[in-house]
């Protein structure tokens, strides 16, 4: 069996969704402590078993490998806010690091050596040329970055030591919700360019605040890589069936390689939803590359994998999200937009 650290947050519940779609006669297994993430996005089938427990539990943790006879670990639970990693150090430390290692130490004990790991884009720092290949310098310029880097390392180490397997995915900027409505993005709170705009479109935010428009880009906003949620679900199945076939370790950016800016977004919500977008502009923010986008060549040549959604189909996709229930626990969204566009 697989277990998925954090399966109840926005990444981690589209993978499992995906997973279980492609394997009708599997279960899986999530380990998830609910500091975020939602139990609405792990409760709509029976075939997902849901532990709650922090991953850093190293006892918890190898009862629980051991229960469920588990294989391969899909490693998505972490802390994943850059503006609070930078305030709180500590947290982002001790929970991207630390627990990770426990986590691992857990499986060392239970002889379980595949990861897919969560990685980011964040790992790069600025950009010293685009597209950001894997060879790309890795120069975070967060905490939040640095610790997902320390991840990749150790998972490199691990792997020359121990012989452990892994795939290391470095996403861009994921976005857009499931087709079925029953699981979507509902980060508390909210710092991704998409929802936010969708809020305010509904009116349930203030304008959206644009963080600098003097960039050296064709409308001078900043420019990112979005990603469909189903396509890096998907890019997750192909990795681990990659390090079962492929011992040792290996890295992939996911990413579309076709950027869009701030103004390029908030144009296809308006298209999309059919509603005037209140919109201000403030001034730039410190530690805003002015573009990231991926080369993910090397993902499409080794894991046979393409993405499927184009910026329209992601905007709409998060569009039915946003006016469908949603996660009827959640809290009512915080009345500022302040998108942070790592
Ligand atoms: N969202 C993005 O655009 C993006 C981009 C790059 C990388 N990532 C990485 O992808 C992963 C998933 O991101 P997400 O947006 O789904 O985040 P999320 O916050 O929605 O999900 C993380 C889940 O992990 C759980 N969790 C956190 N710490 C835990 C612990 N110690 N023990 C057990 N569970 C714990 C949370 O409760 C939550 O359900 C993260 O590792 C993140 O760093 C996300």
Not at 81 to 98: D, H, R, T
Not at 160 to 173: D, E, P
Not at 212 to 233: E, K, M, Q, S, W
């Amino acid at each position: 069996m697989i277990l998925v650290t954090g399966g109840a947050g926005y990444i981690g519940s589209h993978f499992i969704k995906k997973y279980l779609d492609a394997y009708p006669n599997e279960t899986v297994v999530t380990v998830d402590d609910f500091s975020e993430g939602h139990r609405e996005a792990v409760s709509y089938s029976s075939r997902i078993h849901v532990e709650q427990a922090n991953m850093g539990n190293i006892e918890a943790m190898v009862a629980l490998l051991k229960h469920y006879s588990v294989r391969t670990v899909v490693h998505f639970a972490a802390s994943c806010y850059v503006g609070e990693s930078q305030q709180n150090p500590a947290k982002y430390f001790q929970n991207n690091c630390v627990h990770t290692l426990n986590l691992f130490e857990a499986m060392a004990r239970c002889d379980v050596r595949e990861v897919v790991f969560s990685s980011t884009c964040a790992t790069y720092g600025n950009p010293q040329y685009l597209p950001m290949d894997e060879v790309h310098p890795q120069l975070p310029i967060n905490v939040y970055g640095s610790t997902k880097l320390m991840t990749e390392q150790a998972l490199r180490a691990y792997s020359i030591a121990q012989g452990w397997s892994y795939v290391a995915l470095r996403y861009f900027n994921a976005s857009g919700a499931d087709e079925s409505g029953l699981i979507g993005e509902l980060h508390e709170p909210e710092t991704h360019l998409i929802p936010l705009v969708l809020q305010a479109a509904q009116g349930k935010r203030n304008a959206i605040q644009i963080y600098g428009n003097d960039y050296d880009t064709p409308d001078g906003t900043c420019i990112r890589d979005y990603i469909h949620v189903n396509d890096l679900a998907r890019a997750h199945i192909s990795a681990i069936d990659y390090l079962r076939q492929h011992p040792g370790g290996e890295v992939f950016n996911l990413g579309t390689t076709t950027g869009s800016s701030v103004l390029e977004v908030i144009d296809v919500c308006e298209q999309v939803t059919g509603l005037t977008i209140p919109r201000a502009f403030a001034p730039r923010r410190p530690g805003d590359p002015p573009v990231l986008v991926a080369n993910a060549d090397k993902a499409e040549r080794l894991l046979g994998w393409k993405t499927a959604y184009d910026l329209p189909q992601i905007v709409q996709s998060a569009w039915r999200w946003e006016q469908g229930a949603r996660y009827p626990s959640s809290k009512t969204a915080s009345a500022t937009g302040s998108p942070r566009q790592i």
